[in-house]
């Protein structure tokens, strides 16, 4: 079965930096998507960043020009490199992604457990 294991979450002022890393675990044929989602308590889960498999990338405005998604292919992981931090970035991150298990004709999506970023003023 595929597993998502989700890295980098902690506590900081605002301003600052962290770095997020998502490695897929399981029998998978290929990836097609992997992106970031974050959800705060009371408020419907949002995406963040999305990388494609030609590496194609897009942003949520609130973040656009502070954080950088980027993958390595060769090690089926994605990173999403957050900066100038603001309070409102404080939620739950979610990694995803899409991908083709070798044992399924279908592509489906998939979800890490999600680890707290919490970003003081």
């Known amino acids: 079965q595929v597993q998502l294991v989700e890295s980098g979450g902690g506590l900081v002022q605002a301003g600052g930096s962290l770095r997020l890393s998502c490695v897929v675990f399981?029998?998978?044929?290929?990836?097609?998507?992997m992106g970031w989602y974050r959800q705060a308590p009371g408020i419907q889960r949002e995406l963040v960043a999305v990388?494609?498999?030609?590496?194609?990338?897009n942003y949520a405005d609130s973040v656009r020009r502070r954080f950088t998604i980027s993958r390595d292919n060769a090690k089926n992981t994605v990173y999403l490199q957050m900066n100038s931090l603001k309070p409102e970035d404080t939620a739950v991150y979610y990694c995803?992604?899409?991908?083709?298990?070798?044992?399924?004709?279908?592509?489906?999506?998939?979800w890490g457990q999600g680890t707290q970023v919490t970003v003081s003023s």
């Open positions: 990388i494609t498999n030609d590496g194609s990338t």
């Open positions: 995803n992604a899409h991908l083709y298990r070798a044992t399924a004709a279908r592509g489906s999506d998939y």
């Open positions: 399981g029998n998978i044929f290929s990836i097609n998507s």
